[in-house]
C-alpha cells in the first residue's frame, strides 16, 4: 500500500519569494509520483510528474519537484511566487502496475499576499 | 482533443435518493477512474474501470457503483444517499498501463440536503 503526506495544511508566502511545498511518500516498491494544482471550484491539472530517470523534474507554470528517494520525498518548488499561483496544491503517487490509481495526500493551499 | 467532461456541475439531492454522474473520457483513453473529494480532502479513489469492467476499488461501500460504455464513457451511481456523500466527484480518464497519468475534470458538486 501507498500513502502520502503533505506537511503544512496552509502555506504562506510573499508575491516574488520562493514556494515550498512537502511532500512525503510511503511505498513498497518504486513509485510514479505527480504534483496536481486544483483552483477553486474547478478540477485537478497536472503540474508535473515523475516516474523514472532525472530525479529533477519540471513542471508548468515555473514549478519543479525533486525526487529524492533516500528522504522519501518529492517536494514542490517554484523560485519565486506570483499571485496566480494560489490554490490548493496535491502530492499523489501510483505504483509502477497496470492498475494504477491514484493516492493523494489531503493538500496544502499556497496564498500569495502582494 | 476534447479533454475529459463531466454532467452535470451541480447537484442537490435529498437523503436516500439515488443519482447517477456522467463522464466523458479524453479522445484516446481507454480507463476510467473515479475519485471522492470531501470538503477540505484530498481526492478519494471510488473505483476504476478499463474495458468496461471495474478494475479496481477503494473502500467504498456497494452503493456506489458504476458502468462503463464501448466508447469509454463512464456513469457513477450511488444509492441510497447520505448526507456525508456531499462532495466533488471527480472523474478522470487515462490510457491503462502509461505511468499513472491521469487526466481529470472539472467534477460533480453533489450536496445532499
Known amino acids: 500500500a501507498q500513502s502520502v503526506t503533505q506537511l503544512g495544511s496552509h502555506v504562506s508566502v510573499s508575491e516574488g519569494a520562493l514556494v515550498l511545498l512537502r511532500c512525503n511518500y510511503s511505498s513498497s516498491v518504486p513509485p510514479y509520483l505527480f504534483w496536481y494544482v486544483q483552483y477553486p471550484n474547478q478540477g485537478l491539472q497536472l503540474l508535473l510528474k515523475y516516474t523514472t530517470g532525472a530525479t529533477l523534474v519540471k513542471g508548468i507554470n515555473g514549478f519543479e519537484a525533486e525526487f529524492k528517494k533516500s528522504e522519501t520525498s518529492f517536494h514542490l518548488t517554484k523560485p519565486s511566487a506570483h499571485m496566480s499561483d494560489a490554490a490548493e496544491y496535491f502530492c499523489?503517487?501510483?505504483?509502477?502496475?497496470?492498475?494504477?490509481?491514484?493516492?493523494f495526500g489531503k493538500g496544502t493551499m499556497l496564498l500569495v499576499s502582494p | 482533443e476534447t479533454g475529459v467532461t463531466q454532467s452535470p456541475t451541480h447537484l442537490i439531492k435529498t437523503r436516500g435518493q439515488q443519482v447517477t454522474l456522467r463522464c466523458s473520457s479524453q479522445s484516446g483513453h481507454n480507463t476510467v477512474s473515479w475519485y471522492q473529494q470531501a470538503l477540505g480532502q484530498g481526492p478519494q479513489f471510488i473505483f476504476q474501470y478499463y474495458r468496461e469492467e471495474e478494475n479496481g476499488r477503494g473502500n467504498f461501500p456497494p452503493r456506489f457503483s458504476g458502468l462503463q460504455f464501448p466508447n469509454y464513457s463512464s456513469e457513477l451511481n450511488v444509492n441510497a444517499l447520505e448526507l456525508d456523500d456531499s462532495a466533488l466527484y471527480l472523474c478522470a480518464s487515462s490510457v491503462q498501463g502509461a505511468w499513472g497519468e491521469q487526466f481529470f475534470g472539472p467534477g460533480t458538486r453533489l450536496t445532499v440536503l
Open positions: 499523489a503517487v501510483t505504483l509502477n502496475s497496470g492498475y494504477s490509481t491514484l493516492t
